[in-house]
């Protein structure tokens, strides 16, 4: 009998900043309301997730991952019933929400810290991390050029307190058994209001400060959040942020008791490596490295994130390659780690690259995450600070705003992209809507059509090599059939010669254009592929 798959394994996820999609009441805000108002175009994009940021009470000092009741929705993105309507509204229409979990930190004006400083004998003061004099090896701050140290004095306390973030968000003390109480809690209460998984914020983080400063012993939370999450609810998941080298991410999957899904910052660095190189060897290079996650568990892939492009780890030479081709101005780096862009401002709006990033992207071993806005090419605002700059407000009309809110646009918190090549006028959702031609419509095709192939993701694949250094292929072998697919990373037409491919017709399931020739399997075979093209092909076994 063959193995029932679980939802995750061929979800498509759609990640929303939940401030920044849609604004329900007018305040200037975007709310819980906003996106459930919006549920039918994300799922009309084949999205069958929901991930959604942080929208519990907040000073909002960092977009909300300053957390200052984990229990309670802030009255900016609405109140307990939206989060629970909004919820059943998705849940009716086929899509799981993945909510996040932030526990490596709170927000400096969470109650818990309030009481910790005030007294040493006070109940919180062993949630946080203290010191007397800081250690003089710790790591660097997640932020260098903004925090110069993880340590930071507080008055009333009279200590030091850590936090490898932001220093309004010190760091909880995992090995506490208070703070992994009050950790279960906050996992059974949002499991009980209907969320199908979380997506932890700083995985490897928190695994290091629950392992009193050494990950190898923190590991134990990832397998105490897992059983609890199963026993609440076995379907749901939890989804990490881990950056780490490749051979370390089977340490975050355990023997599928830890993660259920892993975000792949090692292939996600190394596809833009590709895109500056215009060869696929990094791509493919990175690919094999990776672990092959345990039964039940697997990678999540995307183009961007909600925050910046981290470059650590693939080397000075790979990083130059990476700015030269996407950075030129400094300001568009930050962090002396990444870069602050989105996609589209990158590949300066070119239309058929950035399908064929799709297509790239949906053709990977793993969960695809499209951030919003990607769909329609959305630009970026270096004007604003750090990472706030790929964090716009949604476009999806010429309207007032660009649809994005009713109010007057002086009390938007935050404004849209109003000039310049990615205006709202010009990139938004109602006008993709009206050309067949558009990158939302190739989008939406390309996802549609990997619902229909099951084998990415779940079958056992293989990079396939080829002397034509811009191609990229991959070949999928299901129990009844193979799926292969091709993408050519250089602006210049070439001929794929495919060896070794198994014998019989190929269907030809998706293209960036009509082709004349086909692919029989058996012999060489020269396949034609335009500049940034890409095609899949499937065959049956039988």
Known sequence: MKKKQKWYSQAVIYQVDTSLFYDANGDGFGDIAGIAEKLHYIRSLGATAIWITPFYLTPFRDEGYDIADHLQPDPRFGVIADVIEFIEQARALGLHVIIELVIQHTSSEHMWFQEARRSPDSFYRDFYLWADTPPEKDDPPMFPGVEESVWRWDEQAQQFYRHMFYRHEPDLNLTSKAVI???????????????????????????????????????????????????????????????????????????????????????????????????????????????????????????????????????????????????????????????????????????????????????????????????????????????????????????????????????????????????????????????????????????????????ICQAPWKIIPLKQEAVFAILYRGEQRDVLALANFSEKPVKAALKDIADGYWEACLADKGYDDTLRGGKAVPLLLNGYGYRWFSRRRD
């Open 181 to 455: 109480h009050e950790i279960e809690n906050i996992v059974r209460f949002w499991l009980k209001i209907g969320v199908s998984g979380f997506r932890l914020d700083a995985a490897s983080h928190l695994t290091k400060q629950a392992g009193g400063g050494n990950d190898k012993k923190g590991y134990w939370i990832l397998e105490q959040l897992r059983g609890l999450i199963e026993s609440v609810n076995p379907e749901a998941i939890l989804l990490g942020e881990v950056d780490v080298a490749p051979q370390e991410y089977r340490n975050y999957f355990g023997k599928n008791d830890r993660l259920h899904i892993a975000l792949n910052f090692w292939v996600n660095k190394y596809f833009y490596v590709s895109l500056a190189e215009k060869k696929a060897l990094p791509l493919a290079g990175a690919l094999s490295k990776m672990i092959v996650p345990p039964d039940g568990c697997c990678f999540a892939n995307w183009l961007r994130n909600h925050d910046e492009l981290d470059l650590e780890g693939i080397g000075e030479v790979n990083k130059q390659k990476v700015l030269d081709a996407f950075a030129p101005d400094e300001d568009m780096y930050v962090y002396q780690r990444g870069l602050r862009r989105r996609l589209a401002p990158m590949l300066s709006g070119n239309i058929e690259r950035l399908a064929f990033c799709h297509a790239v992207l949906l053709s990977l071993p793993g969960v695809p995450v499209i951030r919003y806005g990607d769909e329609i090419g959305m630009g970026d605002d270096l004007s604003l600070k750090e990472r706030y700059s790929v964090r716009t407000p949604m476009q999806w009309s010429a309207d007032k705003n660009g649809g994005f809110s009713t109010a007057d646009t002086s009390r938007l918190f935050r404004q849209p992209i109003a000039s310049g090549p990615w205006r709202y006028k010009k990139v938004n959702v109602e006008r993709s809507q009206l050309s067949r031609h558009s990158l939302l419509h190739r989008v939406r095709h390309m996802v549609n059509i990997r619902a229909e192939l099951h084998e």
